[in-house]
Structures are given as structure tokens and as C-alpha cells.
């Protein structure tokens, strides 16, 4: 059986249970019906504006946004979440240090919630470098149901790269 790469550190039987949902076809109308809302950050213009104003609401005292662009080379699982068990170094001294946020192009055409976590794992990045237990006291504290987001997020993924049934 093939594994689910997004899924790739959560326990066997949560995975069990979204292969059961992909066999019935079921993953995608259920996500569509929870998240059936697109959003209108389409350049990257709109997107820094996007990301200051979560910013300005939570994180006014952190350092300032660099850049803040779509990019389409990032692989969300390599560079932006980790593998959720494992402590994740991916982010690289670099872009922390420009203080610049690049986000996965996928994430334009995703459902609006899916882009508001990630923005709000990004700018948690900028006062916590791991993923580790403050990093995600900070998402939580921007987005309550950061938790249920990022797993959610993973289907839909998990999702997208099985393509349209056959
Ligand atoms: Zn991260």
C-alpha cells in the first residue's frame, strides 16, 4: 500500500481511517463540504497585505515582515510543516533571518482557511523556530483550530494528489 506522505507521523489508525474515506471516494466531497470557501489573496501584492494584517492582530511586537510571496517550488510537507512528529529544522537560518515568508502556490487556489493557517505558521515562525510546544501555543493563540487546520490541510493535499477520480 502506498503511504500517505502528508500523513506520514500520525497513528496508524487515523490513517486507516482516511484510506477508508479515500476508497469510498469520500475525502474530497467531505472536504469541499467543510471547506467550500476560496479567497481573494491572488498575487503577491495581496498576499503581503494578508499576512501584515494577521501580523498587526497578533504578532504587532515581533520583528517586521520581509518579503512575503507565492512560491511555486516549495513543497508544502519539505518546507512549511515538517513531519509533525519529528522536531523540523526545514525552515533554514536564511529565510528566518530576511524574515522573508514564502508560502506554496498551492495555497492560492486552496480554501480560504487553508491559507490563513499557514500564514499563521509562517509569522509564528518568526518568534519560534522549531515546531515544538510554544511554536504551537503561538498558532493556536492566531488561529484556535490551527491543530484541526493543519490535519485537515493534509487531506486535502493527501487529496490533490490522488487527482480527479478516474
Ligand atoms: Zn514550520
Redesign the pocket.
Known amino acids: 500500500m502506498e503511504p500517505l506522505k502528508y500523513l506520514a507521523g500520525y497513528p496508524p489508525h487515523l490513517q486507516a481511517r482516511v484510506r477508508e474515506l479515500i476508497g469510498q471516494g469520500r475525502l474530497g466531497p467531505m472536504l469541499a463540504e467543510k471547506y467550500g470557501q476560496g479567497h481573494a489573496v491572488r498575487n503577491d501584492g495581496q498576499l503581503y497585505a494578508y499576512v501584515q494584517a494577521l501580523k498587526d492582530r497578533h504578532l504587532r511586537q515581533s520583528v517586521p515582515l520581509g518579503k512575503v510571496v507565492y512560491d511555486g517550488r516549495l513543497q508544502v510537507v519539505k518546507h ?3 513531519t509533525h512528529t519529528a522536531v ?1 529544522r ?2 533554514g537560518g536564511r529565510l528566518k533571518a530576511s524574515r522573508e515568508i514564502r508560502i506554496a502556490s498551492v495555497f492560492r487556489d486552496a480554501p480560504a482557511e487553508f491559507l490563513k493557517m499557514i500564514a499563521v ?2 509569522l509564528a ?1 518568526l518568534k519560534e523556530y522549531e ?1 515544538n510546544k510554544a ?1 504551537y501555543q503561538l498558532c493556536t493563540h492566531m488561529e484556535p483550530d490551527y491543530l484541526q487546520l493543519e490535519f485537515d490541510l493534509r487531506l486535502y493535499l493527501t487529496h490533490l494528489e490522488l487527482g480527479p477520480p478516474a
Do not use: P
Request: glycine residues 10%; proline residues 0%.
Open positions: 512549511a510543516l515538517g523540523s526545514v525552515h505558521h509562517e515562525h515546531h511554536f
